[in-house]
């Protein structure tokens, strides 16, 4: 139970979480990029678990964990600014592009890109503050790394 309250950012005592952790904040972004298309597959769950544990070096079994919290944390979000300000807050500029390279990597995990992931992967640069530059730059190292 302490390790869901503190995924969630849920001090003793208190009921409301605080604004999610970068672990459920990361989850929530990739989970929300895989979903966009009313399609998530094992590939794209995959991807993101593995994202997880290199990004914040967690076994497998509690990047599972992370992703149910993350998709609930999901369900309550308004939308996914909430999530971004949190990636942006502990990440430098580098380590947001290398966040894009894994959204994209969440993108192409089922083969395609279809409008709905095009409209969102550009919000999710926006939100964490690159430019289309690095967004396309970001794109072709990950279609070159996938080839």
């Known amino acids: 139970m302490d390790f869901i309250k503190n995924l969630l950012g849920i001090e003793s005592g208190n009921t409301k979480p605080a604004k999610p952790n970068l ?7 990739f989970l929300e990029m895989a979903t966009i298309d009313d399609e998530f597959d094992e590939a794209e769950r995959t991807r993101i678990t593995t994202h997880l544990t290199h990004l914040h070096g967690v076994t497998e079994s509690k990047a599972r964990e992370i992703l149910d919290v993350a998709q609930k944390e999901r369900e309550g979000a308004v939308d996914i600014w909430s999530f971004t300000s949190v990636i942006n807050a502990h990440y430098d500029e580098a380590e947001r592009v ?3 390279e894994m959204v994209w990597e969440v993108v192409f995990a089922d083969g395609k890109l279809d409008a709905h992931e095009d409209y969102l992967v550009r919000k999710i640069a926006t939100l964490l503050r690159l430019n289309h530059r690095q967004m396309i730059d970001a794109k072709m190292r990950v279609k070159k790394k996938l080839e």
């Not at 672990?23 to 972004?29: D, K, N, R, S, V």
């Open 23 to 29: 672990e459920i904040a990361t989850a929530a972004l």
């Open 98 to 100: 290398h966040m894009m």
